[in-house]
């Protein structure tokens, strides 16, 4: 029953900000670890970023770590993507995901590969350009 639905792509210059959501209806995301997922053009899929059930524990791929942040909202039942310096690089199709978990589940890179996830996003396309 749970589905998702992201927002907040769009176009930007190198070195914007954007914020993408991902707010869930149908079940409450409380007990799920979230992962950002991106597909470039002509590339896979890879994640970019997860985040605990409560919140306390968030993993980063080198790529964006420290441009990138990822939260969540519980009460809104929406879980968040801040993502600032943008580059080029970054364009691409950027869908949350979401999996069942331990509400103090540990986020190691693992939590990372799409094959963990059962439950995704339409995607919303983030475009890098100037």
């Known amino acids: 029953q749970l589905q998702l639905v992201e927002s907040g792509g769009g176009l930007v210059q190198p070195g914007g900000t954007l914020r993408l959501s991902c707010a869930a209806s149908?079940?409450?995301?409380?007990?799920?670890?979230i992962g950002w997922f991106r597909q470039a053009p002509g590339k896979e899929r890879e994640g970019v970023s997860c985040?605990?059930?409560?919140?306390?524990?968030?993993n980063y791929a080198d790529s964006v770590d420290g441009r990138f942040t990822i939260s969540r909202d519980n009460a809104k039942n929406t879980v968040y993507l801040q993502m600032n310096s943008l580059k080029p690089e970054d364009t691409g199709i950027y869908y949350c995901?979401?999996?069942?978990?331990?509400?103090?589940?540990?986020?190691?890179?693992?939590?990372?590969?799409?094959?963990?996830?059962?439950?995704w996003g339409q995607g919303t396309q983030v475009t890098v350009s100037s």
């Open positions: 995901a979401a999996t069942p978990s331990s509400i103090m589940a540990s986020m190691t890179p693992a939590y990372r590969l799409e094959t963990n996830y059962d439950i």
């Open positions: 985040i605990s059930a409560d919140g306390l524990s968030t």
């Open positions: 149908g079940a409450t995301l409380d007990y799920h670890a």
